[in-house]
């Protein structure tokens, strides 16, 4: 299983990751109806979805790798420093988790591990938001010299150096959460910066 490596967030501190995300947006809501209190926000970054949840009245834990990130957050957010392959959260201690363009930062191996750790750390019926990147993503193809196992490769430019980013298919996708009720699955394609990026975004119940 690949070492965790967090952001360097000095050079991503762009408002991108300070604004909750639209496709989390109505899903968050949707959790406050239903009644779900307690929320963590795995690999918050700079906290755009915790601070979300917090302003409208959830409970949140904010959990990231990288200091700098969880520097950023307020005091209404519990927060906390650490590998997101070693949850530090007790067995249903959880309503809900968004996993936000953050998890799939390991190799395939790791990616298991940490989706066990967040079924562990969910009550039952507790749910999770969860986006993984898609194979039709440029970046699989372009870089395949840099994969270091049939899922992951690693980034060797830029702010990202050396950060895991794992690929997955729809099957790939739908065995990982085998665990789960799956909810909804919308694979996504986007283009900018001259190239195709797709994710996979999941909504899904703890068993």
Not at 63 to 90: C, H, I, N, Q, W
Request: charged share 30%; aromatic share 12%; with cysteine.
């Amino acid at each position: 299983m690949i070492e965790s490596k967090a952001w360097n967030w000095d050079a991503n501190a762009s408002d991108y990751w300070k604004t909750v995300v639209p496709e989390f947006l109505p899903v968050g809501l949707e959790w406050r109806a239903k009644g779900l209190r307690r929320a963590l926000d795995l690999g918050c970054g700079l906290g755009r979805n915790a601070i979300f949840l917090a302003q409208n009245g959830f409970d949140v834990c904010a959990f990231d790798l990288s200091k700098e990130g969880v520097a950023e957050l307020g005091l209404r957010v519990e927060t906390a420093v650490g590998d997101m392959l070693d949850l530090p959260y007790a067995e249903d201690a959880i309503d809900c988790v968004v996993a936000f363009h953050s998890i799939y930062h390991t190799d395939l191996e790791g990616l298991r591990r940490v989706v066990a750790r967040i079924r562990r750390v969910l009550v039952p019926g507790g749910e999770l938001f969860v986006t993984l990147n898609s194979t039709k993503s440029d970046a699989w193809r372009l870089f395949a010299d840099r994969r270091i196992d049939d899922h992951t490769l690693l980034k060797t430019e830029g702010p990202e150096v050396d950060v895991p980013y794992t690929y997955l298919d729809f099957d790939d996708v739908s065995s990982l959460l085998d665990e789960f009720t799956i909810l909804n699955i919308r694979e996504i394609i986007d283009f900018w910066e001259g190239r195709r990026h797709g994710h996979f975004f999941v909504r899904c119940r703890k068993q």
